[in-house]
T-cell receptor, first 114, second 113 residues
């Protein structure tokens, strides 16, 4: 049972480069989210999706794009990387909306922008 | 708007000590409350939750009670172990946040043998 799988686990980029962080879940969850985790700040929501074809912005969406063409996959794109995007990125999924649905997290992608 | 405030860390305790990590919240509605744990190098895992006032969530010896009158959800454990060393996050979810989780900053717990 794979759960939420994130790739890559580590990545170093140069300023201005682009890349895509991959996220896949095999639990048939409708809700998927991307967070970034910075020291002393907890998790901040970047983008989220309530189902295939539907995405919305979170607290810190600037510099990131997402799409949701299938239920399973929710990639996060950095179009032009900046040092301020150095962070640990977590993808999460949950079965549905509602206030008692726990989120399942991937192991994270540690991204450094030089 | 909704928010969660946790006590700052790190919290350093000796093995078998009693643990309390404070969490208070602000919410416009009636939120559900969660504690997540992040072990070194791993993603977050749900530790426990409570969905209405006076509910007590419990798991792995940890407990937290949903106190609406004090808007608190403090995490407690009677006797901590070295393996409990991790970062603990308090979070809430309700209709006002479109059921997205609102997170505290996290509290790092260090248990010394």
């Amino acid at each position: 049972n794979a759960g939420v799988t994130q790739t890559p686990k580590f990545q170093v980029l140069k300023t201005g480069q682009s890349m895509t962080l991959q996220c896949a879940q095999d639990m048939n969850h409708e809700y998927m989210s991307w967070y970034r985790q910075d020291p002393g700040m907890g998790l901040r929501l970047i983008h989220y999706s309530v189902g295939a074809g539907i995405t919305d912005q979170g607290e810190v969406p600037n510099g990131y794009n997402v799409s949701r063409s299938t239920t399973e996959d929710f990639p996060l794109r950095l179009l032009s990387a900046a040092p301020s995007q150095t962070s640990v990125y977590f993808c999460a999924s949950s079965y549905s909306g509602g206030d008692n649905q726990p989120q399942h997290f991937g192991d994270g992608t540690r991204l450094s922008i030089l | 708007g909704n928010s969660v405030t946790q006590m700052e860390g790190p919290v350093t305790l000796s093995e078998e000590a009693f643990l309390t990590i404070n969490c208070t919240y602000t919410a416009t509605g009636y939120p559900s409350l969660f504690w997540y744990v992040q072990y070194p190098g791993e993603g977050l895992q749900l530790l426990l939750k409570a969905t209405k006032a006076d509910d007590k969530g419990s798991n792995k010896g940890f407990e937290a009670t949903y106190r609406k009158e004090t808007t608190s959800f403090h995490l407690e454990k009677g006797s901590v172990q070295v393996s409990d060393s991790a970062v603990y996050f308090c979070a809430l979810s309700d209709r006002g946040s479109n059921y997205q989780l609102i997170w505290g900053a996290g509290t790092k717990l260090i248990i010394k043998p």
